[in-house]
């Protein structure tokens, strides 16, 4: 390999994986939005502004995988993403939720008086909400990409429980089964 194709390469690598970066949240943020809360007319936010207490957490995850190959080592990674809404039907203006988020996975197969097996867990510190988050008219809205890593074909169905621990505020939190669409799970180094 020349000097000058060396050179170039880590930045050529850097490149391809901030738009692969940028592509896997813009699939996110473009999933479709979870039914409307019968709630008054709210007006859109500044992001600044900020939700005292969020009283709602809506939202749900997708049942197909998203594959992302890093081009510099080579490893391939499988995503499960969601999308999810803090808000505040009550109030005249949505703004930005403060708090940390922790979503918690489980296989739901569990032999009669047992809990679902607990697989991974992902906690989200207040800061990172902030800058994953955006508000809007229907509250402040948080797409998520989950690597796991632990995903096996096997796996037919997930319980996914999502918990907001609010600055100040009651903790918010949403329990979902998904059936997994293993048939859409990316296979191979496409």
Do not use: C
Not at 4 to 28: C, D, E
Not at 80 to 102: C, E, H, M, W, Y
Not at 107 to 128: F, I, N, R
Not at 182 to 187: C, F, K, N, S
Request: proline fraction near 8%; charge should be neutral.
């Amino acid at each position: 390999m020349n000097r000058k194709l060396r050179r170039w390469l880590p930045g050529l690598a850097a490149l391809v994986v901030a738009v692969g970066l940028v592509a896997a949240v813009y699939h996110v943020s473009t999933a479709p939005n979870p039914p409307p809360a019968t709630a008054p007319a709210v007006v859109e936010a500044d992001d600044n502004d900020t939700i005292s207490t969020a009283t709602q957490l809506a939202g749900g995850w997708d049942d197909r995988f998203v594959r992302y190959k890093d081009p510099t080592s080579g490893a391939s990674f499988l995503y499960l993403s969601g999308r999810f809404v803090l808000s505040d039907p009550n109030a005249a203006k949505q703004g930005r939720a403060q708090g940390t988020l922790i979503i918690e996975l489980y296989d739901p197969k569990v032999s009669k008086g047992s809990d679902p097996k607990h697989l991974a867990e992902w906690s989200y510190e207040p800061a990172t909400v902030a800058v994953l988050g955006r508000s809007g008219k229907e509250g402040f809205v948080v797409p998520i990409q989950l690597s796991w890593d632990a995903y096996t074909p096997e796996m037919e169905a997930v319980k996914l429980v999502v918990r907001f621990k609010q600055a100040d505020g009651p903790e918010l939190k949403q329990e979902t089964n998904v059936t997994l669409d293993r048939a859409a799970v990316p296979t191979g180094d496409k």
